[in-house]
């Protein structure tokens, strides 16, 4: 089975190459972390998708630590990587999102693969939800009926969200069936005691319930979604003329999926986690996330030093 780690992210809120911050005190970052989480659910390769300037530095560190432990391949995200017959927005540096980030290990992931932020610590049981869905597309356990059997990993809104400011969320809707309905990539959510909120267009606030589910771009997908993430990428840099800032607009990975769960192409079971999100969306949250990686050592839950060294 295969982990995707989007890790080409400019960090901007962070200040920085967020992922490449140590968040212990042998100087392991949250991918470590995922990576030895992957690992022991069944995970045998990562791919990292990073961008060209940072390779160096990336494979220096993380690759060295990983690389003895796991098969790792690598997948470059570049603003130049785009469709023939169109062109880069003037004065356009940012990257195009996180469908165009997955869309770039066209060339090397052939299996159902499991997709993660690279600033996201989930935990171990994540991992163990993804890699057992996997697992059973890689045996051909679901239908053959041509539709993409995919997974997602759904936590509780008021259990991913820091106390420094708003964050991005899918929020999701999810039949009596677990499975997803509608997927709404929602900005600026923020805490409102054990629930939240967030601005509609017209800036006024809307209440979120904190049980809700939301998306943590965590996903289990079929080899058959790399295709369609291209010609989904396609179809947004066609509409790109017509977005209202050319030089920002992404094209997400929860919105593609939605757009083929609407289309009947893909379906996704939301395996719902009671775990707790940390991360480190702001500068401000590594603290909490360094005491809470102590907290975990001390419990047992990972050794002092992932990688025995």
């Given at each position: 089975m295969t982990l995707v780690i989007l890790a080409a992210g400019m960090g901007s809120r962070f200040g920085g190459v967020k992922q490449m911050e140590p968040i212990d005190k042998d100087g392991n970052f949250i991918?470590?972390?995922?990576?030895?989480?992957a690992k022991r659910a069944g995970f045998d390769k990562v791919v990292f998708i990073i961008k060209e300037a940072i390779a160096e530095d990336f494979k220096a560190t993380i690759g060295a630590r990983v690389e003895p432990h796991i098969a790792v391949e690598y997948a470059y995200q570049e603003l130049s990587d785009i469709p023939e017959g169109y062109a880069i927005p003037e004065g356009r540096v940012k990257p195009w999102g996180t469908t165009h980030a997955v869309r770039s290990t066209r060339e090397i992931v052939k299996e159902p693969y499991g997709v993660i932020n690279a600033d996201d610590f989930?935990?171990?049981?994540?991992?163990?939800?993804?890699?057992?869905?996997?697992?059973?597309?890689?045996?051909?356990?679901?239908?053959?009926?041509?539709?993409?059997?995919?997974?997602?990993?759904?936590?509780?809104?008021?259990?991913?969200?820091?106390?420094?400011?708003g964050c991005s969320r899918g929020i999701c809707k999810v039949d009596e069936n677990g499975m997803l309905v509608d997927l709404v990539e929602t900005h600026k959510i923020e805490k409102l005691g054990n629930d939240a909120q967030y601005p509609d267009a017209n800036g006024n606030m809307v209440f979120?319930?904190?049980e809700t589910v939301v998306s943590m771009n965590c996903w289990g997908l079929g080899a058959e979604t790399i295709p369609m993430l291209d010609a989904d990428f396609d179809v947004f840099m066609a509409n790109l003329k017509n977005a209202a800032d050319p030089a920002k607009a992404?094209?997400?990975?929860?919105?593609?999926?939605d757009t083929f769960v609407k289309a009947g192409k893909v379906d996704v079971k939301v395996y719902p986690t009671e775990s707790e999100w940390y991360g480190v969306t702001y500068k401000e949250d590594k603290p909490m996330l360094m005491a809470k990686i102590e907290e975990l050592i001390a419990a047992g839950e990972y050794p002092r030093n992932l990688w025995g060294k």
């Open positions: 991918i470590d972390y995922s990576v030895f989480d989930y935990g171990r049981n994540t991992y163990e939800k993804l890699a057992a869905h996997l697992s059973k597309l890689e045996r051909g356990e679901f239908a053959d009926d041509g539709v993409c059997h995919c997974c997602a990993v759904g936590f509780k809104v008021n259990k991913t969200l820091t106390d420094k400011g979120l319930e904190g992404e094209s997400l990975l929860p919105t593609s999926i």
